[in-house]
């Protein structure tokens, strides 16, 4: 499976981005999905996760309420609506897919990672 990361750019605080994160070269609707993120001196953190069915997502506390992550098997594609951005949520955004299915917040137990997309958020 390859994941493509799009979306990110420059926003004003306050406003809104939707990354998309694209599989190819296998369905992915069995795999669980998650989003994590880096910013610049900083260590990679979770985000936000999806079991394999959509039914189970989990949310850092730092974005709760303000991100949601969506699929559409149709198009092998998993969403990340962020919402009333602000400048601390500037990072690289990456997409991911685990194999297992359940849902997860470990890095490591992702198999598949896309290239990152950048989110810079402007105060």
């Known amino acids: 499976v390859q994941l493509q990361a799009s979306g990110g750019g420059l926003v004003q605080a306050g406003g809104s981005l939707r990354l998309s994160c694209a599989a190819s070269?296998?369905?992915?609707?069995?795999?669980?999905k998650g989003w994590f993120r880096q910013a610049p001196g900083k260590e990679r953190e979770f985000v936000v996760a999806?079991?394999?069915?959509?039914?189970?997502?989990y949310y850092a506390n730092s974005v709760k309420g303000r991100f949601t992550i969506s699929r559409d098997n149709a198009k092998n594609t998993v969403y990340l609506q962020m919402n009333s951005l602000r400048p601390e949520d500037a990072a690289v955004y990456y997409c991911?897919?685990?194999?297992?299915?359940?849902?997860?917040?470990?890095?490591?137990?992702?198999?598949?990672w896309g290239q990152g997309t950048q989110v810079t958020v402007s105060s």
């Open positions: 991911a897919a685990c194999a297992r299915g359940d849902i997860t917040i470990k890095e490591a137990l992702y198999d598949y």
């Open positions: 070269g296998r369905s992915f609707s069995s795999y669980a």
């Open positions: 999806m079991d394999w069915s959509g039914g189970s997502t």
